[in-house]
């Protein structure tokens, strides 16, 4: 277990984003919530911009200066994305990696190196590696 506890998580939600959270804890279970195509592919853009800001740390604490810099990043090079998830739900994702909460599993893509969240199906490589080979499958045909 992580040693982030739920009252500190709340003080250092509200540093970054100025009030709590509405319902003060979303979502709750990731893998469910990752099912969702609108939130799969933006969750893991985020995961990438936060793990370059936070390397290895990023299983092992939370820290919320790493959280809201990763998230500027986010916003900022995905600014003309359609979807975009929204800081609580970034943080939400953070503490939840944190905490080990179940669904909140991070891999490392053996083909790219990317850091991902799997949903409910147990994925090998990251979404992105998966469109990727889909979209040359295509290609080839």
């Known amino acids: 277990m992580s040693a982030i506890t739920s009252t500190k998580?709340?003080?250092?939600?509200?540093?970054?984003?100025g009030t709590g959270s509405e319902t003060g804890r979303d979502p709750q279970r990731w893998a469910n919530y990752l099912n969702k195509a609108q939130i799969n592919g933006p969750?893991?853009?985020f995961l990438m911009c936060y793990w370059k800001v936070a390397?290895?740390?990023?299983?092992?604490e939370l820290?919320?200066?790493?959280?809201?810099?990763a998230y500027k990043v986010y916003t900022g090079v995905y600014l003309h994305d359609t979807h975009k998830i929204g800081l609580t739900v970034a943080w939400?994702?953070?503490?939840?990696i944190a905490q080990k909460e179940p669904g909140a599993e991070v891999k490392f893509c053996p083909d790219c190196g990317r850091v991902f969240m799997h949903g409910k199906r147990i994925l090998k490589v990251c979404p992105i590696c998966i469109r990727a080979k889909e979209v040359?499958?295509?290609?080839?045909h």
Do not use: P, T, W
């Open 92 to 96: 939400s994702a953070a503490r939840a």
């Open 136 to 140: 040359l499958k295509v290609i080839k």
């Open 63 to 69: 820290d919320h200066e790493a959280v809201l810099e």
């Open 43 to 45: 969750m893991q853009k």
């Open 9 to 17: 998580a709340v003080m250092m939600y509200r540093n970054i984003h």
């Open 55 to 60: 390397g290895e740390s990023l299983l092992e």
